[in-house]
């Protein structure tokens, strides 16, 4: 792009959408340009901020005439560098903020529409309001949005008994890589009408196309909802514990988190407010979640009926029920403040794996003393949705050592001992966070070359140019 046809593409856009919407200068598109983790650095031509699904086309239709690619970005909240532009300086950041809309609540049909600028928690807000839930939860539900959600295909702490984000959607609006709107947004349980092109962008991560809007399933709000912390000695031990609680429970089980001693004991050391119901084990956590619909009594009843099996078998060797919203509250937040203190001990290698259970004990021991070996004093981090089969298996650096050098020195062989592990054990590298700049050579790596193939065959039919978010996602 010459220099007269950038102004000129320029003006275009603050022609359709306004100059203050259109930012240009460093310090305005400096918060659209790192990622959340600081790991990615990029330049844009512009940030642009589109108010409604008709901009977001013209901008995109602008866009292919000038041969111009395409960042989509919502809350910038992810973990792996999907949103980020390249360090080229000829893209445009599109950022969904202004689409924060709640179109529709249809609390008798169970379904919510919603636009992909709204904050996950305005939509969790928007359901409460009708006497609803929208299930998705996760610790960035204060600033990330829908369409990142979905782009992604968020998992969160709910997925046990409801589903990831593809499972709470019914419908898509999207603007596709030609600047055409799909109008999708479905209302309904069954509609077999062809392919399912809602679940081309969901996970996507904006490489088909932008998500602007979202049907999303609604559920009746629980009558309650009780907490527990429960110490484990073990890996196997939670997963016995786990298999006790669904055979009690049943589905009333909505949040089953696995924690080791040592990421507790990094929340105590930089947040010493956030205190345990009891002395930490030497091994391991588990949080555990019941949303009851009977009631308070009955379900603190059948909670605590739980718990004295367990500790009577053998399974726990301690255990806390929250007695109200605020013990509940600092409960979860204990789990939720996890990678924040990660961050604060500083730069450490994040894995995001799924492992199927009847292989999870021997994935973590053996995992374990590989890491070891590799890296003498490394610390392992992990925690994680075990209910679901996925952890967080971090790893900080040893004491003492510099953080950026760990970071520098071990990551490729860290993630090759955990991912080739994950992937030998019938699991995968990337089971909620996506793949973004940071995995794109793991999908290439321990990707179905079947599903590969089929994969940049549907993103030659719908981006043949390539415009949408390149260099995400597909291996080159």
């Given at each position: 792009m010459t220099p007269a046809e950038r102004i000129r593409f320029l003006d275009a856009l603050r022609a359709l959408l306004g100059v203050s919407h259109v930012l240009v200068d460093a310090q305005s598109c400096a918060p659209y340009l790192t990622d959340w983790r600081k790991r990615y650095q990029g330049q844009a031509l512009a940030v642009v901020l589109p108010t409604d699904t008709a901009q977001v086309a013209e901008v995109v239709q602008l866009c292919a005439l000038h041969g111009v690619s395409v960042v989509p970005q919502g809350g910038n909240t992810g973990l792996v560098g999907g949103a980020t532009p390249d360090a080229s300086g000829r893209q445009i950041v599109l950022s969904t903020r202004r689409l924060q809309r709640i179109r529709a609540v249809d609390a008798s049909g169970g379904s919510l529409i919603a636009e992909a600028g709204c904050v996950l928690a305005a939509v969790q807000q928007a359901a409460a309001d009708a006497g609803k839930l929208f299930p998705l939860s996760l610790a960035a539900e204060g600033s990330c949005t829908i369409g990142g959600n979905l782009s992604t295909n968020a998992g969160g702490t709910a997925v046990l008994r409801y589903g990831n984000a593809r499972d709470l959607c019914l419908g898509l609006e999207v603007v596709t890589a030609q600047g055409e709107v799909l109008d999708a947004l479905n209302t309904l349980r069954k509609n077999n009408t062809g392919y399912s092109l809602r679940d081309l962008y969901i996970g996507a991560e904006g490489t088909l196309g932008i998500i602007t809007a979202a049907t999303l399933k609604l559920f009746p709000q629980a009558a309650a909802q009780i907490t527990a912390l429960a110490a484990v000695r073990d890996v196997a031990g939670a997963i016995a514990l786990l298999d006790l609680a669904q055979t009690r429970l049943g589905c009333s089980l909505t949040g089953f988190e696995l924690m080791s001693a040592h990421s507790l004991q990094l929340v105590q050391?930089?947040?010493?407010?956030?205190?345990?119901?009891?002395?930490?084990?030497?091994?391991?956590?588990?949080?555990?979640?019941?949303?009851?619909?009977?009631?308070?009594?009955?379900?603190?009843?059948?909670?605590?009926?739980?718990?004295?099996?367990?500790?009577?078998?053998?399974?726990?060797?301690?255990?806390?029920?929250?007695?109200?919203?605020?013990?509940?509250?600092?409960?979860?937040?204990?789990?939720?403040?996890?990678?924040?203190?990660?961050?604060?001990?500083g730069l450490n290698i994040k894995h995001d794996i799924g492992v199927p259970m009847s292989r999870m004990v021997a994935f973590v021991e053996s995992t374990a003393a590989l890491i070891l070996q590799a890296i003498p004093g490394a610390r392992l981090v992990v925690f994680g949705h075990m209910g679901d089969g996925n952890l967080h298996y971090n790893v900080q650096a040893p004491l003492g050592m510099d953080a950026a050098q760990f970071l520098s020195t071990h990551q490729a062989v860290c993630n090759g001992i955990v991912h080739d592990a994950a992937v030998a054990s019938g699991g995968t590298f990337s089971a909620e966070h996506g793949i973004g700049q940071l995995k794109r050579d793991d999908l290439a790596r321990y990707g179905n070359t079947v599903a590969l193939a089929q994969m940049r065959a549907v993103k030659q039919a719908l981006d043949p140019r390539n415009l949408m978010n390149p260099g995400k996602l597909l291996p080159d």
């Open positions: 050391q930089h947040f010493p407010q956030q205190t345990l119901p009891f002395d930490l084990p030497s091994a391991w956590c588990v949080l555990l979640e019941s949303s009851e619909a009977e009631g308070e009594l009955q379900g603190r009843a059948r909670l605590e009926g739980l718990l004295e099996a367990a500790l009577n078998a053998g399974l726990i060797a301690n255990a806390a029920v929250a007695q109200n919203l605020a013990q509940s509250r600092a409960l979860w937040h204990l789990r939720e403040s996890i990678p924040l203190a990660q961050a604060q001990e």
